[in-house]
């Protein structure tokens, strides 16, 4: 894929992310693995208006090739997603109110999703009887260190679909645009479901059952 291609896809997800409210306040950056590196949303853009100035452009090596915006402290995870999974084209990262709060509910370091029929819009989930586990990192402003995290996480157990920041948002694969939308849809739907449960069943016994 090319650069231009990755940007013009991203600038149209990013409209679509931000009517949902995934992106609020210039919060979250999207990124592509291109066939000559990477592109990854400069700091500051509201997501929903993004242009081609927007984005930074970066060689295999993450060496800056193009672009004069400020680049996001979270380019650096951007980057370790790509390393870590070799099949994921773009990473999207958001800052959802249900994301935020699920995170911060869950006090574990994961958050394991089963009964919904909406966990087969996750690639290889097969059945609402299987488990789609996304893991919960604690936020650190210290981007090297979350990095290195969730490259240990990674190790013993490969991320597949996501992974959620401790009252801050998520970040999110897919192997081409329609995969990581569909993924994004897919796990707010799944997190807005569980507030719900939440709110209904009492937070002590939904976050222990
Ligand atoms: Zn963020």
Redesign the pocket.
């Known amino acids: 894929m090319h650069n231009n291609t990755a940007i013009s896809e991203l600038i149209e997800a990013g409209k679509w992310v931000s009517q949902r409210g995934w992106v609020p306040a210039t919060?979250?950056?999207f990124s592509a693995r291109t066939a000559s590196g990477y592109v990854v949303t400069a700091s500051g853009f509201d997501k929903g208006q993004l242009g081609t100035h927007a984005f930074i452009e970066f060689d295999h090596e993450g060496n800056r090739t193009k672009g004069s915006g400020n680049p996001s402290a979270?380019t650096e995870l951007h980057l370790n997603m790509y390393k870590l999974i070799p099949s994921a084209k773009f990473v999207l990262?958001t800052?959802s109110v249900a994301a935020t709060v699920l995170s911060r509910v869950f006090k574990g370091h994961a958050i394991n999703l089963h009964g919904y029929e909406m966990q087969k819009s996750l690639s290889g989930i097969k059945s609402h009887l299987d488990t789609l586990t996304i893991p919960i990192f604690d936020n650190d402003q210290d981007i090297d260190r979350l990095s290195l995290l969730v490259s240990d996480h990674h190790l013993h157990t490969p991320i597949e679909h996501a992974v959620l920041i401790r009252g801050?948002?998520l970040y999110v694969v897919g192997r081409d645009i329609k995969e990581v939308l569909r993924h994004l849809e897919g796990l707010e739907f799944l997190f807005s479901c569980e507030l719900e449960r939440l709110k209904l069943e009492g937070i002590q016994a939904g976050v222990q059952s």
């Open positions: 919060g979250g950056n979270e990262h800052h801050h948002g």
